[in-house]
């Protein structure tokens, strides 16, 4: 059974710092791709990053470019997600995704088959 689970949201001040794990397990994660996407309340889900887990490419929306960087860890199935100088716009429910690395390093949600059930991240100004 395909797992993502999400840890290490929580309530942070403007400007500070936060990072996200998202620990995978019930398929070969080297074959995938690994999605963050994040949904503001009222708002539609948007992808933050990816990464492919096979040669560690990665892709970033412009929100998350200079602030936010996405790395892997092969050895223990987990990708994580950096975010610094956090501003009050980054609140929302943050998830990580799965696609196979066929399917290429895009962050549409449409694209993503296996979903975390997300870690809030709150940002207080």
């Not at 999400?6 to 791709?33: H, I, K, M, Q, Y």
């Not at 998830?95 to 296996?114: E, F, K, M, P, S």
Request: hydrophobic residues 30%.
């Amino acid at each position: 059974e395909v797992q993502l689970v999400e840890s290490g949201g929580g309530l942070v001040e403007a400007g500070g710092s936060l990072r996200l794990s998202c620990a995978t397990s019930g398929f070969n994660s080297g074959d995938f791709v690994i999605g963050w996407f994040r949904q503001a309340p009222g708002k539609r889900r948007e992808g933050v990053s990816s990464i492919s887990m096979s040669d560690g490419s990665t892709k970033y929306r412009a929100p998350a470019k200079g602030r936010f960087t996405i790395s892997r860890d092969n050895a223990d199935n987990t990708v994580y997600l950096q975010m610094n100088s956090l501003k009050p716009e980054d609140t929302a429910v943050y998830y990580c995704a799965a696609v196979h690395v066929r399917n290429g390093l895009g962050i549409q949600t449409w694209q993503y088959d296996y979903w975390g059930q997300g870690t809030q991240v709150t940002v207080s100004s």
